[in-house]
Each structure stands twice: as structure tokens, then as C-alpha cells.
């Protein structure tokens, strides 16, 4: 049976010293300590990334308010599950800066939205896990996958150890070792990967595990990304009242989907069509649709979703919404997975369809413009005017800073618009010289029981991160709403 209380034995069921949280989850506001904070930094990086980032965001806050605008969530496409329990694990052991930390390491499960589960690993080692964290499927480029030259040997892994190979018996054979149980293939799976996505230098505790992590590192070969579950392109269009705005493709490793027409006021009359003017309810890979707009219909914007059932990819990343640890798909069941495009309409003037997505590669987060109007269509990000012209699409990447919370509006007079927020996770350790102006004093690990001795918490979550959620949380209340990067915006579409 899998091991449930974390941090209290290994696979064997014996006793493991001093514990430290990594990929494990425990049950507080951050459940798990990562390996730096159960040294006493990462704590404080993660509670002083929110201070640091929400006080150098005071100065760039416009004074539009975001009440009315339309939220565009981290991404729009995939999967959306939460994070459970550490399930099936074993130990670990990182060797850093001349210390050893140990680690639980092994498969999460995630609940998806609207049915399905999925199982996980963790490629972000030194990051904590949030509790009930809601995740969602993204592509390599927005994590610290993008640029890993090792990424396509994580997926190898994946695809050919547990728990997409459950026959243990024939694992243990190529791996060279006697047997393995499955807490044992887990954790040996899981060394695996940080050697290869965080590059660090970590064993697993049990030796067949480690004789399996050794087998998976030394035979791993590169494979291509996997594809998205469920994805539309473009995520947003835009023209006039009378046509037909699109197309908007699917891609999808699903049969088929359903497509749920736009409701709302703004979208009287508004309908799904393909190519040909004819009313579209489902669609496959491939398929194009359209919105199409009456001819009388007033200026506005809506969207549309597609929704299937199908099994994720293995290897599909998935990122939160919040500051938690990254995770990469090993396996799914038949799970609820959606899409959404958004249209905008108007009769004249800037018609601007608003996407964005982030962009590790360059660190930071790209906005996509595309202006189907008749006049330039302008705006202001991060303190600099930009204008994008008609019948002018255009991508601009807003800098941002490694664990930066952005939150900002682009358009809409009246606090309408796109509105876009998430948070910018590239790296799987950051440096000294991403808090260089943090001031909070480390916290030390608190003890089971609350008093001396014993397991330290980092695994079971909490009060050692109290004293810093406090002090962050005091800063954050000083300086209000500016904790957003941008509400900033210069001209605005049509709105109905």
C-alpha cells in the first residue's frame, strides 16, 4: 500500500530522518516546504516574491478599475484539474551545497474539472505545492521545460516506466533489479526526472529505486512534445457586424467535440457556423468554425466553447494559476477536457481581438493584438504606449520577473475589456538575485506537535510559514489593489 502520512516512512515502512518537503502535500495555505525552505529560504522566497513584486507593481498601476472586464484565465485549453495527495511514493535524497535533504518523490493524482483524474510527477523541485491548487494543461513552452534540452527525455521516461508500464515484474527486468513495488518504481521514476528537469544531483533512497532511476536516466531518448489534448486557434478574432469572423481551428486528439453556441445578451443572434454558413453543434481535428454576426447587431464581444472526453497526453505539462509546484502528466483516464475563443465586433472604429499566453523563452508573457477595424487601435503596457494599426496584428512580450503575479486590462473606458492574470513560474530555482531586495527574516521549520523534537512539518504542512504569509500579507494590505502590474489602457473597443 502507498505510504498517506507524509514525511512519517519510506516505502519500506521504516523511519526516515529529517524529512524535507518537495513534490510532497501536505495541509496548510502552502503545504509543502520545498528542499531550499526546509533550509529556511524557500519560504521566504515564495512569501517575499508576492511583498517584492506586489510593492514594485504599485507604481505602474493605472486608474482603471477591472470589475466588468473579461477575465482570460492563464490558459484556455486543455485540461483544468486540482492537485491532490502525494499517492504512490518513496524517498529521496538531494545533495546540495554540501548537505543532504531528504525528500518524498513519487505521483500525484488531480482531479479534473467536470470528470476524469490524472496522475502526475513533479518537475519543479524546488518550488513548493500549494493546497487544492487548481492546475492547468500547457504547452512546454510556458514552464521551465522551454529551453531544457532534456525535455524530450522526461517524456521517454514517462512513457516507459510506471505507471504507464504497471507490469513491475517486467520493469524490474530491464531495469536489472530483483523487483520492484510500486512505491519503489514511483520514486525511481521520479529521480529520474529532476536529474533530467531540474538537473539535480539526487538518489533515491531504496536501491532497486535507484537502480531503476539509474536504468531510466542512462536509456532515455529524446521524443517531441506531446500534442494538447484540446486547443482553438486563434484564441480570439474580430471584425464586423454581417460576416463571418474566424475561422477558429480545433486541434484535438479527442473524436469529436461539442461546441456550446455564445449566450448572453451581446450574443443575440450571434451563431456557430462552418465555412458554409451551416450551424455547427460538434466538431473534429481539423474542423474550422466561424462566428457569425447579424448585419443589425449592435457592437459587442462574446465566446464560444468546445468541451470532449478524452485521455490527456503523457508528457502534457500542467502549470497553476497560482505560486505551485509544476507537474508533468504521466498518466490520465477519460477526462473532461474544454477550449474557449472569444470574438469582437463592431462597426467601425479599432476592432481588436486580445490573446495571451506566457512565453518562457523570452520571460515573460505574450499579447497578441489583432485589429480587424478601420483606425489604429491604442494602448498603454507596463508605462509605454503602443499602437497597433489597422488590419495589423501584432505580438508584444511584457517583461516580467521570475514568481511575478501579473494582473492587468488592456481596454474598455468603462472597466470592460480583457483582462488577463497568472503567475510567471519559468524557473525551477531562483537565484539570490531574485529577492536581492527582500527583507523578511527565514522562518525555521516547525515540529510535530508544535514543540520540541520530532519530524519537522515541512511535509505535513504548518505553522512555520505563518510569521511570513503574515508579513506579506501586512505588505500587501499597505499597498491595496497594487498588486496588479497594469490596468492600463489608452483607447478602447467598441463595446456593447
Known amino acids: 500500500m502507498p505510504n498517506t502520512a507524509l514525511g512519517a516512512s519510506d516505502s519500506a515502512g521504516g523511519t526516515v530522518p529529517h524529512v524535507k518537503g518537495s513534490c510532497a502535500k501536505g495541509n496548510s495555505v502552502s503545504s509543502a516546504f520545498s528542499v531550499l525552505s526546509a533550509r529556511g529560504r524557500g519560504a521566504a522566497r515564495l512569501a517575499a516574491a ?13 486608474a482603471a478599475g ?30 546540495e551545497n554540501g548537505e543532504d535533504s531528504w525528500v ?7 482531479t479534473v474539472e467536470n470528470g476524469g483524474m490524472l496522475q502526475t510527477y513533479c518537475i519543479d523541485l524546488h518550488n513548493p505545492t500549494q493546497r487544492d491548487a487548481r492546475y492547468q494543461e500547457t504547452s512546454w513552452n510556458g514552464t521551465s521545460l522551454s529551453g531544457n534540452k532534456d525535455a524530450g527525455r522526461i517524456r521517454w521516461i514517462l512513457e516507459n516506466s510506471y505507471p504507464q508500464v504497471n507490469d513491475l515484474a517486467a520493469l524490474a527486468e530491464k531495469a536489472g533489479v530483483s523487483g520492484l513495488t510500486e512505491q519503489d518504481a514511483a520514486a525511481g521514476t521520479q529521480v529520474a526526472i529532476w536529474r533530467y528537469s531540474d538537473g539535480a544531483d539526487v538518489d533515491a533512497a531504496d536501491p532497486q529505486a535507484e537502480k531503476l532511476a539509474d536504468y531510466l536516466e542512462k536509456n532515455a531518448r529524446s521524443l517531441p512534445e506531446p500534442a494538447a489534448s484540446l486547443t482553438l486557434t486563434p484564441a480570439a478574432v474580430s471584425g464586423r457586424p454581417g460576416e463571418r469572423l474566424g475561422p477558429v481551428t480545433v486541434h484535438t486528439n479527442a473524436g469529436s467535440v461539442t461546441v456550446t453556441p455564445p449566450t448572453g445578451i451581446a450574443a443575440a443572434g450571434v451563431r456557430v457556423v462552418d465555412k458554409d454558413g451551416r450551424p455547427v ?35 502534457r505539462a500542467f502549470t497553476s494559476e497560482t505560486r505551485s509546484q509544476t507537474q508533468i502528466l504521466a498518466g490520465s483516464s477519460e477526462s473532461t477536457v474544454s477550449a474557449t475563443a472569444s470574438a469582437n465586433w463592431a462597426a467601425k472604429g479599432a476592432i481588436p481581438a486580445l490573446s ?21 487601435f491604442t494602448f498603454e503596457l507596463m508605462g509605454d504606449e503602443h499602437t497597433v494599426a489597422a488590419g495589423i496584428s501584432e505580438t508584444l512580450t511584457i517583461p516580467l520577473q521570475e514568481d511575478q503575479v501579473y494582473d ?11 483582462r488577463f492574470k497568472g503567475v510567471l513560474d519559468c524557473k525551477t530555482q531562483g537565484t539570490a538575485s531574485d529577492l536581492s531586495t527582500q527583507t523578511l527574516s527565514e522562518p525555521s521549520p516547525a515540529s510535530v506537535g508544535g514543540s520540541g523534537g520530532g519530524t519537522d512539518l515541512a511535509e505535513t504542512g504548518g505553522s512555520g510559514l505563518t510569521p511570513v504569509i503574515a508579513g506579506a500579507a501586512i505588505g500587501l494590505v499597505v499597498i491595496g489593489g497594487a498588486v496588479m502590474v497594469l490596468l492600463g489602457r489608452k483607447q478602447t473597443p467598441p463595446q456593447a
Open 50 to 62: 508576492a511583498l517584492v513584486w506586489g510593492l514594485a507593481a504599485a507604481g505602474t498601476v493605472a
Open 104 to 110: 518524498s518523490a513519487g505521483l500525484f493524482e488531480m
Open 281 to 315: 453543434t460538434s466538431a473534429t481535428d481539423g474542423s474550422r468554425i466561424y462566428f457569425d454576426v447579424p448585419e443589425d447587431g449592435a457592437d459587442g464581444s462574446t465566446s464560444l466553447t468546445v468541451q470532449a472526453s478524452t485521455t490527456v497526453p503523457v508528457g
Open 356 to 376: 495571451a499566453q506566457k512565453n518562457c523563452a523570452k520571460g515573460g508573457v505574450d499579447i497578441t493584438v489583432a485589429n480587424k477595424g478601420d483606425a489604429a
Open 408 to 418: 492587468f486590462t488592456i481596454g474598455g473606458a468603462d472597466g470592460g475589456g480583457k
Open 66 to 95: 477591472t470589475a466588468d472586464a473579461e477575465e482570460i484565465p492563464q490558459s484556455q485549453a486543455g485540461a483544468s484539474a486540482t492537485i491532490g495527495d502525494l499517492k504512490t511514493y518513496g524517498s529521496a535524497v538531494i545533495h
